[in-house]
């Protein structure tokens, strides 16, 4: 069955620095690579989507990349903010159609300290 | 910017009784779904619903729980005979695509 892992559950950055977040998933290849940001107590919220044919994405401050070589996402957030302190979820699409459930990653918890 | 809505937004039942989540997904969306995140766990699918019908069940998705969409703008989840282990957050999603927009979630505690 397909496979995803973030690189850590916790991770702890600097404010202004960059923060890299990592997924790879496992046993297939996805047509495309949802990022989602979820706060405590919140529902998951959509940020960027990137297709296989897409190296790269950009949003503001945020940027993803997609391997498909490496079958792995990064997530950057540069010069990050106590706000973009979340639990970032990476979420490929199911094995089959793309119009189906979202399967999130276990996410990655990121606290931005001041 | 359209949203999903979720009403209420906390929930406290007594065991083995019966309670219904209600969602007003987006209104131009075609699939609409559930999860539920277990407090301090990830968040889990639990249906899809398309076309008046359930597309997708997970395996949590047994016999206690049901779905409707009983008009043109609601979409409930009904959980018979609500047990401890129901405790969790319950998220509305509607897509007309592959993002799913997430509704704020209904908190149900099962005491």
């Known amino acids: 069955s397909q496979k995803i892992e973030q690189n850590s559950e916790a991770l702890n950055i600097q404010e202004g620095k960059t923060a890299t977040l990592t997924c790879n998933y496992t046993?297939?290849?996805?047509?495309?690579l949802q990022w989602y940001r979820q706060d405590p107590g919140r529902g998951p919220v959509f940020l960027l989507l990137?297709?296989?044919?897409?190296k790269e994405k950009r949003k503001e401050r945020l940027k993803v990349t997609f391997d498909t070589t490496l079958k792995q996402s990064l997530f950057h957030i540069t010069a990050s903010q106590p706000a973009d302190s979340a639990t970032y979820l990476c979420?490929?699409?199911?094995?089959?159609?793309?119009?189906?459930?979202?399967?999130f990653g276990p996410g990655t918890s990121l606290s931005v300290i001041p | 910017e359209p949203e999903v809505t979720q009403t209420p937004s906390h929930q406290v039942t007594q065991m083995g009784q019966e309670v219904i989540l209600r969602c007003v997904p987006i209104?131009?969306?075609?699939?609409f779904y559930w999860y539920r995140q277990i407090l301090g766990q990830k968040v889990e699918f639990l249906v899809s619903?398309?076309?008046?019908?359930?597309?997708?069940k997970s395996e949590i998705f047994d016999d206690q729980f049901s779905v409707e969409r009983p008009d043109g703008s609601n979409f409930t989840l009904k959980i018979r005979s609500t047990k401890l282990e129901d405790s969790a957050m319950y998220f509305c999603?509607?897509?007309?695509?592959?993002?799913?927009?997430f509704g704020p979630g209904t908190r149900l505690t099962v005491t």
């Open positions: 999603a509607s897509s007309e695509g592959s993002t799913n927009h």
């Open positions: 046993n297939y290849s996805p047509a495309y």
């Open positions: 990137i297709r296989e044919n897409e």
């Open positions: 979420a490929p699409p199911p094995l089959k159609t793309s119009y189906d459930k979202v399967i």
């Open positions: 209104s131009n969306h075609l699939y």
């Open positions: 619903f398309y076309n008046n019908e359930i597309s997708e």
